[in-house]
């Protein structure tokens, strides 16, 4: 007997996964909009000569060899001051932002509050914040705060050019950027340390941990790796982000004898200033791909096992 040809109708999609992509959809087309298709769009630029009037001509790698070969005042005062000021504002930040977050989970839950909201206000406030105390306290002549101190104690005879020295302007923006650093992922860090079971510190005593440190790196830590991978992704962005606090400081772009001058303040100036998109759109690029690398390298410190 012959079998009867087996026919499979085909199988709709749940209305709950109908339903999830709906509610997703805003999300992706936001993303899309004002992610994927700008990064898109530098991507190709990064390849031209373009000067924002006349249509862009195509040049192949010719910014990138420019960029990373032929541009002196890349390699010699961009690239290194924007190192230097990622590997100390960024670790720098996140331990300061951990051990505070930390210090908060230990107080009661009002003062916490409010210490939490005054920790947090300046990654709001940052810009205005800059102008209003940071350029007067740094300010160059006697009338600033910090020079008056020091001339007052009789420790300098005249007065620092703080915010125009190329000794003393890439001190100052480390010192700025950590004062702001204490934004979403140090309210995640807070967040994660409140939501471990105190049994666990119970369990632990038990078990041999004898005092505070050990409770951080035995159970704190290992029990909230989500949070603090949370707040080393941001801590990294963040970090290379920030380049705007030396041209407010200064006033200038590019910062006095390139002191300050990191990878987004090149962007800044080539793009919006110079007009060579092309260029800027390199420099973006590589921005782009260098936050990417130390994100990903970062984020296997905490991946789940």
């Known amino acids: 007997m012959m079998r009867k040809a087996q ?14 992509y709906l509610f ?3 999300y992706a087309l936001l993303f899309s909009l004002f992610i994927v298709v700008p990064v898109a769009i530098a991507i190709g630029l990064s390849f031209t000569n373009f000067n924002t009037i006349q249509m862009p001509s195509f040049v192949g790698f ?3 060899v420019n960029l990373l070969t032929r541009d002196s005042i890349f390699m010699q005062y961009v690239l290194p001051n924007t190192i230097l000021f ?8 996140y331990v300061l932002s951990f051990f505070l977050a930390w210090c908060l989970s230990q107080i009661s839950k ?5 210490l939490a909201l005054l920790l947090y206000s300046p990654s709001m406030t940052s810009g205005v914040a800059m ?3 940071w350029r007067i306290l740094f300010s160059g002549d006697e009338r600033g705060y910090l020079n008056a101190l020091l001339l007052n104690l009789g420790w300098i005879s005249e007065p620092i050019a703080f915010l125009q020295s190329s000794e003393y302007l890439m001190p100052v923006m480390i010192v700025v950027a950590l004062w702001s650093s204490m ?3 140090f309210l995640a860090m807070l967040a994660g340390m409140m939501n471990i079971d105190e049994s666990m510190y119970e369990a632990g005593s038990i078990d041999g941990i004898r005092n505070r440190m050990q409770e951080v790196f035995y159970i704190t830590i290992p029990l909230m790796k989500p949070q603090m991978l949370f707040g080393m992704v941001m801590a ?3 970090t290379f982000q920030v380049g705007y606090i030396g041209v407010s400081l200064s006033g200038a772009n590019p910062t006095p004898q390139y002191a300050g001058q990191l990878i987004v303040n090149l962007i800044e100036d080539y793009g919006f200033i110079r007009y060579e998109m092309g260029y800027a759109s390199a420099a973006s690029v590589v921005l782009l791909i260098l936050i990417y690398v130390i994100t990903r390298q970062s984020g296997k410190i905490f991946r789940e096992d």
């Open 7 to 20: 026919t499979t109708a085909p199988q709709r999609k749940p209305r709950s996964i109908r339903a999830a």
């Open 24 to 26: 997703i959809a805003p």
């Open 62 to 64: 010719m910014n990138y």
């Open 86 to 93: 990622a590997v100390i504002v960024g670790p720098g930040g």
């Open 110 to 114: 009002g003062p916490r509050t409010v």
């Open 131 to 133: 102008t209003v105390v």
């Open 183 to 185: 934004g979403v992922g």
């Open 236 to 238: 990294v962005v963040n």
